[in-house]
Every structure is written in structure tokens, then in C-alpha cells.
């Protein structure tokens, strides 16, 4: 697990809708809540800047943070985000609070490696296609990789890495697998050159004949 990110936020006494309002209106506060693990929700607001500033860290989205509420630190993930559907400027953000005895199911970035000396684009002319970017999985805590890493070096054409052929740190298992083999969906897949399935075809069904007339 990465080193963690810390960052602050304050009690919020005056909620509701317009009350948001008013705070994403001044456009240095963003409203939000800390909740989980047992304890009452809190409704929080946090620096605008300060919080633009750690979700440029691709860590702020899949590992545990120290949010710290007028200096009382507790562990959470961000479990909801929302955004104005013009501006992308942050509206609300939730956390969840995490227990270092209980697993939690995070999202956790992708990294592809070795896309240039991929097999099936460096000798076959395929395409590489990013089928997902991040994967679910559950863990405890202290398990949580920062991302997973995904090796397409020997990937041939017509190929796919799937959920089930991902290389995991131990104690991380994908949530989707946990629903059964038909939910072992492809990662990243190396798809044959335009007009290489067209031309197969026709090599097998013989050249058309050209229509009378």
C-alpha cells in the first residue's frame, strides 16, 4: 500500500440542500460526509483547493486516506464523488469509513505493461483494446495494492486477458468472480487488423463471383 494521503476537513452544522448550495456557491468549500464502521454519519465540508490539489493523486481514488475532522484522524475510502455535469468542479463527496479488521471492496487502477513489445501488436499488426481500467476487488486494509499490473507482452491476436488470469497480491481477491465464471470478463483483448477477418473469409469461401449484369 502507498503512503497514505491525509486531508482535512471540519464538522458541517448547517446541512441540507440549501445549504450546499450556498457553500459550492462561495466555490472554497465542498461539501461531504464521513460514514461506516459502526459510527454515526457526520457531515463535513473541506477546502476546495486542498482537495483538488490530493485528487490529482491517482492513489486519492483506491486506497485509504487519513481524513482528519477538526483533528480527530479516521481511516476511509471515497466511496461516492460527485461532479457538476458542466464545470467537473466537485460537488459532494462521500467517505466510507474503514475497519483494519473488516475487508473493504475497492476499485483499483489498472497499469498495462509492455504495450510496445506486445506479440500480437509487434509481429501480428493487432490493436490493443482497453476493455477496463480498474477492477473491483476486497481486502482488508493493510492489503489494498495502489493499483494492479497487468503484463501484455506475450498477448497474441485474437487474445484476451481475463479477470481470472490477473495477478493479485495476496489477501486481494476481484469481486466480480466472486458471482461466478460467467462474470470473468476480459481486461484487454489484441484485436486483429482491419480486414485481416474479411479477408480470412473470403480465402476460405473462395473470391465472390461477380454479379450478371
Same mark, same amino acid.
Given at each position: 500500500?502507498?503512503q497514505?494521503?491525509?486531508?482535512?476537513?471540519e464538522? &458541517?452544522?448547517d446541512? !441540507? $440542500? !440549501?445549504?450546499s448550495?450556498?457553500?459550492r456557491?462561495? /466555490?472554497?468549500?465542498v461539501?461531504g460526509?464521513?460514514?461506516?464502521?459502526? $459510527?454515526?454519519?457526520?457531515?463535513?465540508?473541506?477546502d476546495?483547493?486542498?482537495? !483538488?490539489k490530493?485528487m490529482?493523486?491517482?492513489?486519492f481514488?483506491?486506497?485509504?486516506l487519513n481524513v482528519?475532522?477538526a /483533528?480527530?484522524?479516521?481511516?476511509?475510502v471515497v466511496?461516492?464523488l460527485?461532479r457538476?455535469?458542466?464545470s467537473?468542479?466537485?460537488?459532494?463527496?462521500?467517505?466510507?469509513? @474503514?475497519?483494519?479488521?473488516r475487508?473493504?471492496?475497492?476499485?483499483?487502477?489498472?497499469?498495462?505493461?509492455?504495450e510496445e $513489445?506486445?506479440? =500480437?501488436? &509487434?509481429? =501480428?499488426g *493487432?490493436?490493443i483494446?482497453?476493455?477496463?481500467?480498474?477492477?473491483e476487488?476486497?481486502c482488508?486494509?493493510r492489503?489494498?495494492p495502489e493499483?494492479?499490473?497487468?503484463n501484455v507482452?506475450?498477448l497474441?491476436?485474437g487474445?484476451?486477458?481475463?479477470?481470472?488470469?490477473?495477478?493479485l497480491?495476496?489477501?486481494v481477491? @476481484?469481486?466480480?468472480?466472486?458471482? *461466478?465464471?460467467?462474470?470473468?470478463?476480459?481486461?484487454?483483448?489484441?484485436?486483429?487488423? &482491419? *480486414?485481416?477477418?474479411?479477408?480470412e *473469409?473470403?480465402?476460405e469461401?473462395g473470391?465472390?463471383e461477380?454479379?450478371? /449484369?
Amino acid at each position: 500500500m502507498s503512503q497514505q494521503i491525509q486531508i482535512s476537513a471540519e464538522p &458541517r452544522q448547517d446541512v !441540507g $440542500k !440549501g445549504a450546499s448550495r450556498r457553500l459550492r456557491r462561495l /466555490g472554497e468549500r465542498v461539501p461531504g460526509i464521513i460514514y461506516g464502521d459502526n $459510527k454515526d454519519a457526520q457531515p463535513l465540508t473541506l477546502d476546495a483547493n486542498e482537495l !483538488g490539489k490530493a485528487m490529482q493523486n491517482e492513489a486519492f481514488y483506491s486506497q485509504v486516506l487519513n481524513v482528519s475532522v477538526a /483533528g480527530d484522524v479516521q481511516q476511509a475510502v471515497v466511496r461516492d464523488l460527485q461532479r457538476h455535469p458542466a464545470s467537473n468542479r466537485v460537488q459532494h463527496i462521500d467517505f466510507l469509513r @474503514v475497519s483494519a479488521d473488516r475487508e473493504i471492496e475497492v476499485h483499483v487502477p489498472l497499469h498495462f505493461l509492455n504495450e510496445e $513489445k506486445c506479440v =500480437g501488436v &509487434r509481429l =501480428g499488426g *493487432g490493436t490493443i483494446t482497453h476493455n477496463m481500467t480498474d477492477v473491483e476487488v476486497s481486502c482488508l486494509p493493510r492489503d489494498l495494492p495502489e493499483y494492479i499490473e497487468v503484463n501484455v507482452a506475450d498477448l497474441e491476436v485474437g487474445h484476451a486477458i481475463h479477470l481470472s488470469d490477473l495477478v493479485l497480491p495476496a489477501g486481494v481477491s @476481484v469481486v466480480a468472480l466472486s458471482y *461466478g465464471a460467467d462474470h470473468d470478463t476480459s481486461v484487454v483483448t489484441v484485436l486483429a487488423p &482491419r *480486414g485481416a477477418a474479411q479477408d480470412e *473469409g473470403e480465402s476460405e469461401a473462395g473470391p465472390a463471383e461477380p454479379a450478371e /449484369g
